[in-house]
């Protein structure tokens, strides 16, 4: 028997309706993903299974006694006390009221570094998801109902959510913008789409396939039910000669015709977003030398870092919640100083950001007024764009472009934002974790710009896919302050991390390297190594800058995706050998002449 079931239910919030004619049924076990465009219905869905809203039709049956949990995207405004009494406490109706199990309770304030006395009221947005994610695990409930679990969770709290959930047992629904722990975690895909709902059998990528073919059989069945409508409408133009029955019937069958291309729902199209470009800045965009930075003296958040990043590169970084990223991100880009060691920028930076607490967005205001103010245009590339017109770009029809900002949902609130941010030009990109509650085909487009633009991005993100696809070095904070960098994205890192190259990826800059210098002289190896080191490195920047010169030509993307990733690979590898030829050479020099 089925823990919960919707038979033929419809819900309307104006418009469409959000789910038509539904029908559900959650099996015990199941782990099933929700997709869906941004604004299809998803959280509504969630929130319907949950009891916050009532169905316009149909009906929901639930099993008897059955406890259901919900981590909603909002945070309740009527929870009060210690991290410890929400999660413990009365559920306030947020979940079905009953007690938290003590031990797993425990676990999940632990695992998701929650302060269990601090008070609720005083934590941040993100911390508050944290608390009420540890209170929905802690009541062991028959189902639980995730709407976008890992927003907020640095990369060890996401890898120990996936496999508690996979180890529990617990019967789950979730929507979620992160693809790695999609795969890892679901089972069965519930696909909602232009309000039909559909179950699907199969692992995410089987999924994907299979829906590609289900859209190109339906755009072709409707190719075809044009043309015979077309067909029928010169027919009955001509005029009929003989009121015989088949004529009737004919006549109806039109009629029928027309009505069901009236009703027809057409699929949300895909975003057209594309990135402004402004003038190229200097080769070198920041240089790091030594850098030390800490609000605690005896704490350094930054520790003797040495960086040099380059014009076109794509940096990932990837670090806990605390650890000290945007510090970093506020380093390198000369808004604080650092307290030993020098930072130089580069020439002509222009800097666009985004930030993750979207502090741009004024709730209040229409999506229309947060993008032109009180006018009717933007400026995108030096022209002047209707702002209706450049917000269609983005998904948002006229109608919704008059929407306040404030009822959106996440995934539109990032769109959004999106826009606002690329009607700036910029040689410089600050992401700071841009994929949350974006939907998949956005994420997709998004992905694609920045791997198409040739400006320098620093990409702070927990999202492992993303980082995968985007990035070409990453830095990690490893604890103590020291930040190591690596060749590659996070599978890169994994790789590196566990069997460390130390002629691929760049040394430690927080281990001292002339400590000897001075005491002894060098080998004949070593010798040999400083003789043939700079033409070495020479070949190696000479193979770096033709590199950066093919993939700046947009023909370069147009070639198979496994050429695109091996060249950015390999980009990455060259500039991780450079910088550590570069500080190879320095400490033989420095022996040579100590």
């Given at each position: 028997m089925a823990l919960l079931s919707l038979q033929n239910v419809t819900v309307r919030m104006g418009g469409d309706p959000l789910l038509e004619d539904a029908t559900l049924h959650i099996e015990a076990g199941q782990r099933a993903a929700l997709t869906g465009r941004n604004g299809c219905g998803k959280t509504t869905l969630l929130k319907l299974l949950t009891g916050l809203i009532e169905a316009d039709e149909g009906q929901m049956i639930r099993s008897p006694g059955l406890r259901t949990a919900y981590l909603p995207q909002d945070v309740p405004t009527d929870l009060e006390g210690t991290v410890q009494a929400v999660v413990d406490g009365d559920t306030g109706g947020v979940v079905d009221s009953y007690r938290a199990h003590a031990q797993a309770g425990a676990e999940a304030i632990s695992r998701l570094g929650l302060d269990a006395q601090a008070e609720f009221a005083s934590l941040s947005g993100g911390m508050k998801r944290r608390v009420l994610l540890a209170r929905a695990l802690a009541c062991s409930p028959d189902l639980l109902l995730l709407d976008e679990p890992t927003n907020h969770l640095d990369l060890d709290a996401i890898l120990w959510l996936e496999n508690y959930l996979v180890r529990a047992g617990i019967t789950i629904l979730f929507v979620t913008h992160d693809r790695a722990f999609l795969r890892k975690v679901a089972t069965k895909i519930l696909d909602l789409d232009r309000g039909e709902l559909a179950g699907w059998d199969c692992d995410y990528d089987t999924f994907l396939m299979r829906k590609e073919q289900l859209l190109a059989d339906e755009e072709a069945l409707w190719e075809k039910k044009g043309k015979r409508l077309s067909q029928e409408e010169i027919w009955i133009r001509k005029g009929i000669k003989a009121r015989r029955t088949r004529d009737e019937g004919r006549v109806r069958a039109l009629q029928a015709l027309r009505e069901e291309f009236r009703l027809r729902r057409q699929q949300m199209g895909t975003s057209r977003m594309t990135l402004q470009e402004a003038a190229s800045s200097g080769a070198r965009v920041v240089k790091a030398q030594g850098v030390s930075f800490g609000y605690d003296p005896e704490k350094?958040?930054?520790?003797?870092?040495?960086?040099?990043?380059?014009?076109?590169?794509?940096?990932?970084?990837?670090?806990?919640?605390?650890?000290?990223?945007?510090?970093?991100?506020?380093?390198?880009?000369?808004?604080?100083?650092?307290?030993?060691?020098?930072?130089?920028?580069?020439?002509?930076?222009?800097?666009?950001?985004?930030?993750?607490?979207?502090?741009?967005?004024?709730?209040?205001?229409?999506?229309?007024?947060?993008?032109?103010?009180?006018?009717?245009?933007?400026?995108?590339?030096?022209?002047?764009?209707?702002?209706?017109?450049?917000?269609?770009?983005?998904?948002?029809?006229?109608?919704?472009?008059?929407?306040?900002?404030?009822?959106?949902?996440?995934?539109?609130?990032?769109?959004?934002?999106?826009?606002?941010?690329?009607?700036?030009?910029?040689?410089?990109?600050?992401?700071?974790?841009?994929?949350?509650?974006?939907?998949?085909?956005?994420?997709?487009?998004?992905?694609?710009q920045i791997q198409q633009h040739p400006a320098t991005m620093l990409l702070v993100s927990h999202d492992r896919a993303f980082l995968n696809q985007t990035v070409l070095r990453t830095l990690v904070f490893e604890g103590d302050g020291t930040i190591g960098q690596y060749a590659g994205g996070y599978d890169d890192w994994l790789l590196q991390r566990k069997e460390p190259q130390l002629d691929s990826s760049p040394k430690q800059p927080n281990k001292p390297v002339r400590s000897n210098a001075g005491k002894r002289k060098l080998t004949n190896r070593e010798r040999e190594e400083l003789r043939t080191l700079p033409s070495q490195i020479e070949c190696w920047e000479e193979e770096q800058q033709g590199l950066l010169a093919a993939q700046a030509d947009p023909a370069f993307y147009r070639q198979a995706p496994d050429v695109i990733a091996a060249s950015q690979s390999r980009l990455g590898e060259l500039t991780a050998h450079i910088e550590a030829g570069l500080e190879r050479w320095e400490e033989l020099e420095n022996i040579a002449v100590g």
């Open positions: 350094p958040l930054v520790r003797n870092l040495d960086l040099q990043i380059m014009r076109g590169e794509k940096v990932g970084i990837i670090g806990p919640n605390g650890c000290g990223k945007t510090t970093l991100l506020r380093l390198l880009l000369g808004e604080i100083k650092p307290q030993s060691g020098s930072i130089q920028l580069g020439t002509r930076l222009q800097v666009a950001r985004i930030d993750q607490l979207r502090g741009a967005l004024q709730p209040e205001k229409s999506i229309l007024e947060n993008i032109s103010g009180d006018g009717m245009h933007v400026e995108v590339n030096g022209q002047q764009r209707h702002a209706y017109g450049y917000l269609q770009e983005f998904l948002f029809t006229p109608e919704r472009a008059r929407t306040p900002v404030g009822i959106l949902s996440g995934g539109e609130k990032n769109r959004l934002l999106l826009a606002m941010t690329f009607t700036q030009p910029f040689n410089v990109l600050i992401l700071d974790e841009p994929t949350n509650d974006l939907d998949l085909e956005t994420l997709s487009l998004l992905e694609e």
